[in-house]
């Protein structure tokens, strides 16, 4: 079994920026694949960032390349999620996840996730 815990979420303004923070626990080797999504209303889940805190090769999906950060505490066992230059697109609810698989072409297969953590940017 795993665990997450995801925390930070919160109503930041345009141009603003959020670190969201996720605290692992259970099976979670430092080879396993973890990663980020999220999901607004109406609209599906979409998958953000993607990497083995093992390896140095990191996905990050178009629309967030560049704005966002992706890192590791592996002492803490917390992962974390720098997001700067929020738009209001941005906002949803935001999960952090052990993946079973994922790839630089945008295909994933989760594991397991938190019950997230809210983001609102407001305009």
């Known amino acids: 079994q795993v665990q997450l815990v995801e925390s930070g979420g919160g109503l930041v303004q345009a141009g603003g920026s959020l670190r969201l923070s996720c605290v692992t626990s259970?099976?979670?080797?430092?080879?396993?694949?973890m990663g980020w999504f999220r999901q607004a209303p109406g609209k599906a889940r979409e998958f953000l960032v993607g990497?083995?805190?093992?390896?140095?090769?990191?996905y990050y999906a178009d629309s967030v390349r560049g704005r966002f950060t992706v890192s590791s505490d592996n002492a803490k066992n917390t992962i974390y999620l720098q997001m700067n230059s929020l738009k209001p697109d941005d906002t949803a609810i935001y999960y952090c996840?052990?993946?079973?698989?994922?790839?630089?072409?945008?295909?994933?297969?989760?594991?397991?996730w938190g019950q997230g953590t809210q983001v609102t940017v407001s305009s």
């Open positions: 259970g099976r979670t080797s430092i080879t396993y694949p």
């Open positions: 990497f083995s805190r093992s390896s140095s090769d990191i």
């Open positions: 996840a052990k993946l079973k698989y994922y790839s630089s072409s945008d295909t994933v297969i989760y594991d397991y």
